[in-house]
């Protein structure tokens, strides 16, 4: 009744999923909310806290606000929504692992990022979503056009993996990135004792240990784009080598996705020599900063039990093949 009566936009209208997610709108890509995710027949609505309209520098045209008929009786108070209509959806971008997804549209004002930061819940939305458009009717595709140089040959002597691009029945367009160990991690701020959590991408290679700064947002550039952004697409916060890592603290209460990593803190190590730096930020201070104290603890906060897990595993079998036994893992109440 909610949906019909306070959201939807047509009377025929069904909703087909709900999910809850973090969002990230590319007007404002330094914005992080919570919104209500609302998958129908027709379109895409994000429902937003009213105090959140102050955020927005400028009106959004797929925004719309309005209260209850019977405000002061009901229970339930729809103020602020976004609408990005399907009709008007042209790609889907997909995160490492799965762990968030990008809606894209044909402007700025329809794009928005979901940062789910949970594979499940990303694949549960993208297959109602593919279910969805493929009731759609749309015209035909328009006829191939050719390749122009760039586009023909431009990628062929990279090295690097491609992604991986699915063009849906409904022509919209669905992008899986390449296979990397990464996993979307919160965790608070280096150097900052405690504080509010930020959230940062936790990049896992064969013998270091990064934490980044993503930008959800910009990349790969929507068509619409005519420059790059200012942001880069990743920033480097802090490396360590697997090696370096002396133990790993586990949390059960209360908050059992809590972890601590404890690295011996060394210096005169080259933490970027085997990485590529074509997509990095500068880091500031330079690679392998010196902390306070002889350790070096990385306090996070892994949103799924599932992916603390993962992670867990892959740096155990990393840790043991570099020191040649295992991990030392402690429990802390």
Known sequence: ?????????????????LLWSSVVFYQTPGLEVTACVLLSSKAVYFILHDGLRRYFSEPLQDFWHQKNTDYNNSPFHVSQCFVLKLSDLQSVN????????????SSPTQVVTCLTRDSYLTHCFLQHLMLVLSSLERTPSPEPVDKD?????GDK???????YELIHSSRVKFTYPSEEEAFQVVTPHLGRG????????????????FLLDEDYIHYPLPEFAKEPPQRDRYRLDDGRR???LDRVLMGYYPYPQALTLVFDDTQGHDLMGSVTLD?????PGGPGRVGQGREVQWQVFVPSAESREKLISLLARQWEAL???????ELTG
């Open 323 to 329: 020191c040649g036994r295992e991990l030392p893992v």
């Open 149 to 153: 140089f760039y586009s023909e040959f």
């Open 194 to 209: 405690r504080g509010p959590l930020r959230p940062k991408t936790l990049l896992l290679t064969s013998a270091e240990i």
């Open 1 to 17: 009744d909610l949906f019909h009566n306070s959201i939807a936009e047509v009377e025929n209208e069904e909703l087909r999923h």
């Open 242 to 244: 697997v090696r370096d």
């Open 94 to 105: 997909v995160g490492l692992f799965d762990q968030y997804f990008r809606l894209t549209g």
């Open 157 to 163: 002597n990279t090295g690097k993996m491609e992604n």
């Open 279 to 283: 997509h990095f930020g500068e880091m």
